[in-house]
């Protein structure tokens, strides 16, 4: 079992900035594809970005060139480094954490005002 805790979301203006992070404990030795995902109100829920344990990185083309994902492994630490940031940023993001199921952290809010 894997549990993942989130910080970092908040409220922030149109084109500012916010850092996520995840902390995963437990099984975290049979981890190996982290990533994020968001959910807007009343829309699905979808990937943002999503990085390996050989730290190759994948992204929505939506994010492209704003947010950066990374995994700090002696700080056992997973990161959404979020800039210019758009009011259509606004949703709830989820940690996430594959094994031989995915793991879903509770999620943090990210508000994006224009």
């Known amino acids: 079992q894997v549990t993942l805790v989130e910080s970092g979301g908040g409220l922030v203006q149109a084109g500012g900035s916010l850092r996520l992070s995840c902390v995963p404990s437990g099984s975290i030795v049979s981890i190996n594809i982290m990533g994020w995902y968001r959910q807007a109100p009343g829309q699905e829920r979808e990937m943002v970005a999503t990085i390996g344990r050989d730290l190759v990185t994948k992204y929505a083309e939506f994010v492209k060139g704003r947010f950066a994902i990374s995994r700090d492994f002696d700080k056992n630490t997973l990161f959404l480094e979020m800039n210019n940031i758009e009011p259509e940023d606004t949703a709830v993001y989820y940690c996430?954490?594959?094994?031989?199921?995915?793991?879903w952290g509770q999620g943090t809010q990210v508000t994006v005002s224009p």
């Open positions: 996430v954490a594959n094994t031989y199921r995915r793991h």
